[in-house]
């Protein structure tokens, strides 16, 4: 059955704050290793996680357009390129769904790939356990 809804008028929300200038306020101790790891060995707490990869390992995919994709996805991935939004996985769509990496004047000749990702729980089943 439908959920009732009402008209409540108008919300002003006159503050807001960039999330990826925040980030250090939202998460712990950053860690470095040579390949991603999962959230749960980053910190078995984290509802947040930001991978970093730095622009010579991304200047391939800006040159040529070369979509991105996550292979494993376990949740949300919000994805930035030099600071801002490319686009949103998420593990429903199994990070099978590449985003298209632009490419061409205005964009940066080399930027830093981040990928924030959200926490979403764990599959309890199958071969998605834990």
Known sequence: PAIPTAAYGRVELPWSASLLENIAALS???????????????DPQATLVLYSFPSAN???????SL??????L???AHVFLGGRPLGVME??????????????????KSAELLVLVESLGRANFGTMMG
Do not use: C, F, M, N
């Open 28 to 42: 712990g101790r950053p860690v470095s290793y040579p390949t991603p790891l999962w959230i749960e060995a980053v």
């Open 58 to 64: 991304v200047h391939r995919a800006i040159k040529t």
């Open 67 to 72: 979509p991105l994709a996550l292979s494993d």
């Open 74 to 76: 376990r949740d949300r």
């Open 91 to 108: 593990r429903s769509q199994g990070g099978a769904k590449p985003l298209p990496v632009p490419a061409g004047p205005g964009q940066p």
